[in-house]
């Protein structure tokens, strides 16, 4: 495709946050865009996701994000013209000590305040839900059953394949390499293809989203966190279609369609830096947990593990919105729940460009929060 040298916006970054965004401006009219990726679409943090969709959320905000995500999810495949690998087999979560199940139950109660149908289930119930379960060892179980999971690559394809189809331009391996601020005001961006001229320029550049900020002079508190995670060869499937979560257990576990298994965990002491790679920690850690939640899975091969960066703030909420510069916005820092966030996310943010009021306001979640000591702290994370 040839460079162009001029957009009314440009995105930086592939990912599912980016692409959400250009696909919604597109589809709102404001198709002249332009999203840069360094790399190819979903080569960071999206394609490495264990890409669980929830609406069990301990703050007002995540829960009405979570909830509107999952609303958009369930018509997403008709949206955008492809299958989108949805499967709401619910998320049970899984408390360990009375506190945390207290914890459990009180975000329940917000979330029934905002419409999100969550129960507490008994341990028979429970291995009902997930047959192959054992955790006798738990407190209590908080379960909804509209949550679940998709594919992160077929999703991100179909936001980039629609997008593209209303006139979005994507240019891979090019790297932002300068934003250039004139007046304070973002006005265009250098990259290893060329500089390019812009009347908006959005950050989503996940887990470098703080680099991104700071070529304009913008510092975001912000940060990379690396996780692990891994996929066994299959068992029959069913035997665990919910996606299994426990916060003190520091797990999550989900079975795909064809029964092989993917679940991940944060080990402590896990390095804040951009380094990806693997552990036999890991894997041993993560092994044990699993064979002794889902005995099923005793003596079965891991087939591959991989880690990814969760794109972390200070409170483990998002940034969204624009900055003291001027047409600079960011679209970062969804932690580990970014993935099942970006359809909303994306939504919301393109609302806003283009004049419209968004469906959720998202100005709570403005980055001088931090400045100003005002955190939206989600409990409800591992
Ligand atoms: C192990 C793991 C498990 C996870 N599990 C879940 C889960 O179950 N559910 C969930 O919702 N979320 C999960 N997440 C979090 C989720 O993956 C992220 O929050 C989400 O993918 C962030 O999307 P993004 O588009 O912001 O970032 P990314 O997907 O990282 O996209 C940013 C893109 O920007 C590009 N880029 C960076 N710098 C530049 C530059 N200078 N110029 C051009 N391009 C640039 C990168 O190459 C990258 O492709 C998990 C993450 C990990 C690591």
Known sequence: ???KNKADVVIIGGGIIGSATAYNLAKLGRSDVVVLERGTVCCGSTGRCGAGIRAQWGTEMNCRLGIAALDIFEQLDEELGMQVGLNQGGYLLVAYTEREFKNLKKS?????????KTKTVSLAEARE?????????????????????????????AFVEAAKMLGVSYFRHAECTGVTVRNGRAVGVDTTLGHIDADIVINCAGPYAQVVASMAGVELPNWGDRHEIMITEPVA??????MLMSFSGNYYIQQRPNGSIICGMSPAG?????????TWRFMT???????KLLPVTRGIRVVRQWSGL?????DGSPIIG??????????TGYSGHGFMLGPIAGRILAQSLIGNKPDIDFSMLDYRRFARGELIVEPNIT
């Open 108 to 116: 329940m109660e917000l979330q029934h305040r905002l419409g999100i």
């Open 270 to 278: 896990h390095p804040q830096d951009f380094k990806l790679g693997t």
């Open 322 to 331: 624009e900055t003291d510069v001027k047409n600079f916005y960011h679209s």
């Open 285 to 291: 850690e993560m092994s044990r947990v699993l064979n």
């Open 237 to 242: 499937p069913g035997v665990c279609p919910s």
């Open 310 to 314: 969760y794109d972390m703030t200070p």
């Open 1 to 3: 495709m040839e460079w």
């Open 129 to 157: 839900i997930c047959p192959a379960l054992d955790a006798s060892d738990a407190v209590g179980f908080t379960y909804h059953a509209r949550d679940g999971h998709a594919d992160p690559f077929l999703t991100t394809f």
